[in-house]
């Protein structure tokens, strides 16, 4: 599967942006999808789950919680993640990720990346 993330750009604090994240092949309904993001000089941050349905989401991080979402819509090939409330910490390459596992909650679990998104959020 090849994974295009796109919807990045630069936000005021407060604000709000929703990221896409494209998938070719038509077995996308099948793969657990997750979000990353990476600031400069930090290690790569697992930011949300979502299940193949996307009944079942996860939310690793505990700053995002309450204010980011993920979706999918299996029909379109794509997942989403929503993002309320920015705060200039959450300035960040945003990487969209596919696993072979119907629902995948470790890092190590994704096999398949897209490029990054830029987030950058102004305070």
């Known amino acids: 599967v090849q994974l295009q993330a796109s919807g990045g750009g630069l936000v005021q604090a407060g604000g709000s942006l929703r990221l896409s994240c494209a998938a070719s092949?038509?077995?996308?309904?099948?793969?657990?999808m997750g979000w990353f993001r990476q600031a400069p000089g930090k290690e790569r941050e697992f930011v949300a789950a979502?299940?193949?349905?996307?009944?079942?989401?996860?939310y690793p991080l505990d700053s995002v919680k309450g204010r980011f979402t993920t979706s999918r819509d299996n029909a379109k090939n794509t997942v989403y993640l929503q993002m309320n409330s920015l705060k200039p910490e959450d300035t960040a390459v945003y990487y969209c990720a596919a696993s072979d596992f119907a629902y995948a909650t470790t890092h190590n679990s994704y096999k398949y990346w897209g490029q990054g998104t830029q987030v950058t959020v102004s305070s």
């Open positions: 092949g038509r077995t996308f309904g099948h793969y657990g």
């Open positions: 979502i299940n193949w349905s996307g009944g079942t989401t996860h």
